[in-house]
């Protein structure tokens, strides 16, 4: 079994940044790519940016382009998420996910059943 537990979230003001970490323990040869999602009350949870663990490939929903990056540590079988920039609409949970299944394009994987796992989440809020 594989446990992803995320940390780093808090209250933040406009502008400012954070970042987020999940760290993966148990069977974790089997992740083909680690991701972030965002859920929102009311709303559903949406895809923010994968990472393959293999070769580093990224891919980022296009509301995060250029102020998130998502980055690995395979040593510490780590998954960031830096966030810059960071608006009120960004106010969500952050949930980490890991995809058990192999990957082929990281550019694919962008729905919550594209993943296995998931973590606990973590909250982000950002004041106006």
């Known amino acids: 079994q594989v446990q992803l537990v995320e940390s780093g979230g808090g209250l933040v003001q406009a502008g400012g940044s954070l970042r987020l970490s999940c760290a993966a323990s148990?069977?974790?040869?089997?992740?083909?790519?680690m991701a972030w999602f965002c859920q929102a009350p009311g709303k559903e949870r949406e895809f923010v940016a994968a990472i393959t663990w293999s070769n580093g490939n990224t891919n980022y929903a296009d509301s995060v382009k250029g102020r998130f990056t998502i980055s690995r540590d395979n040593a510490k079988n780590t998954v960031y998420l830096q966030m810059n920039s960071l608006k009120p609409e960004d106010t969500a949970v952050y949930y980490c996910?890991?995809?058990?299944?192999?990957?082929?394009?990281?550019?694919?994987?962008?729905?919550?059943?594209?993943?296995?796992?998931w973590g606990q989440g973590t909250q982000v809020t950002v004041s106006s």
């Open positions: 148990g069977r974790t040869f089997s992740n083909s790519a």
């Open positions: 996910a890991a995809r058990r299944r192999p990957s082929y394009s990281i550019r694919a994987y962008t729905s919550a059943d594209d993943y296995d796992i």
